[in-house]
């Protein structure tokens, strides 16, 4: 059974082969068994090029490098707080979706249309922009998680998207864009479109294994 590293080096095949990043446009981590430290992909990694060798194992507490690539991502102060910040989050996905940067850069909210869209994604939070890289952006970015969002705009810049699971953080990402897609669309027709219910009696927090998971 492929275990979370495995996992995310198809995550990154997967989402460089969609389009919904180009390349090297973010990176990828996953909380090691004993959740002290996380496997990160390494800096200057192409997301659709990654082996095991590609990941870092750092610490969580302090940053330290423990095994594998030697030089983790310029980001990972980002993943770094955000696990600090939730405990119960397992993997953080970091990319550059083109049109969820857009519509956030030109003041408009992501809305959630679809049943997928509330189901995964839940809230879209943003941050202001911070120069990549910085623990200022890592600081604030964890900030607006702490209370169990999962789904943040880094404005000018990216998303960072939390989860419990590989496969849910992915599923995630890509609702998250396609609700970007979906709120483009509507204001291209030039109406508000109505958001899909999420009354929390009949929205538990999303797990990839709920029962209840849409298909
Ligand atoms: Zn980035």
């Given at each position: 059974m492929p275990d979370a590293v495995d996992q995310l080096i198809e995550v990154g095949r997967k989402v460089v082969a969609t389009g919904l990043?180009?390349?090297?446009?973010g990176n990828l981590s996953a909380r090691s068994p004993d959740g002290d430290a996380c496997w990160i992909t390494g800096a200057g990694t192409w997301l659709d090029e990654l082996?095991?060798?590609?990941?870092s194992l750092v610490?969580?507490?302090?940053?330290?490098?423990?095994?594998?690539?030697?030089e983790p991502s310029t980001e990972v102060l980002l993943h770094l707080r955000s696990f600090q910040a939730r405990p119960d989050a397992k993997v953080l996905i970091h990319l550059h979706p083109q049109l969820s940067v857009l519509l956030d850069a030109m003041g408009h909210r992501i809305r959630l249309v679809t049943t997928d869209h509330a189901f995964y994604v839940q809230e879209v939070r943003r941050v202001p922009?911070?120069?990549?890289?910085?623990e200022d952006l890592a600081r604030a970015a964890a900030a607006v998680v702490a209370d169990g969002c999962n789904c943040v705009i880094l404005a000018h810049h990216g998303c960072s998207v939390l989860a419990d699971s590989v496969e849910l953080a992915h599923k995630r990402v890509l609702n998250l864009e396609e609700a970007a897609r979906a709120t483009h669309a509507a204001l291209l027709l030039g109406e508000e479109v109505p958001e899909c219910p999420r009354p929390p009696q009949v929205w538990p927090a999303a797990r990839a294994s709920a029962p209840v998971s849409p298909s």
């Open positions: 990043v180009v390349g090297s446009g082996d095991r060798s590609a990941f610490r969580i507490g302090d940053g330290a490098v423990l095994s594998g690539h030697p922009w911070y120069r990549p890289g910085t």
